[in-house]
C-alpha cells in the first residue's frame, strides 16, 4: 500500500523560510509525478508545484519565484522562501503512478504577519 508521509510544516513569520518533505513507500512502480498542493479554509485545493521523473517542473502562479521543488527518487521536497500570510494552508503531498494517485495527510503551514 503506497504511503506518503509529510514533515516540516510550521509556524513562520512573514518573510521566512521553511522546507517541506515527503516520503513516498509501497509502490513497486515508478511514481511519473509528484508534487504539492494546498488548501485553505474555504477554498479549494490548489496546485503549489510538481515535479516528474524526469525533472520537469510546474508552478502555481502564486508561487512561482518564491518555491522551489526538487525531487530524489521517492521523496520530494519544496523549499519555501519569502513565505506570506497568504500561503497559509494546509500543505498536502501529491504522488502519481501508473496504478493511482495518492495523498499524504497534509502538514499545516502558518505564516503570520
Known amino acids: 500500500q503506497v504511503q506518503l508521509v509529510e514533515s516540516g510544516g510550521g509556524l513562520v513569520q512573514a518573510g ?24 485553505a479554509p ?5 496546485l503549489v508545484a510538481t515535479i516528474t521523473s524526469g525533472s ?22 519544496l523549499q519555501m522562501n519569502s513565505l506570506k500570510p497568504e500561503d497559509t ?6 504522488a502519481l503512478n501508473v496504478v493511482g494517485n495518492y495523498w499524504g495527510q497534509g502538514t499545516q503551514v502558518t505564516v503570520s504577519s
Open 56 to 77: 520537469s517542473t510546474n508552478y502555481g502562479a502564486s508561487v512561482k519565484g518564491r518555491f522551489t521543488i526538487s525531487r530524489d527518487k521517492n521523496a520530494v521536497y
Open 42 to 46: 474555504g477554498n479549494r485545493r490548489e
Open 89 to 94: 494552508a494546509v500543505y498536502y503531498c501529491n
Open 16 to 39: 521566512g523560510s521553511l522546507r517541506l518533505s515527503c516520503a513516498a513507500s509501497g509502490s513497486i512502480y515508478v511514481f511519473n509525478a509528484m508534487g504539492w498542493y494546498r488548501q
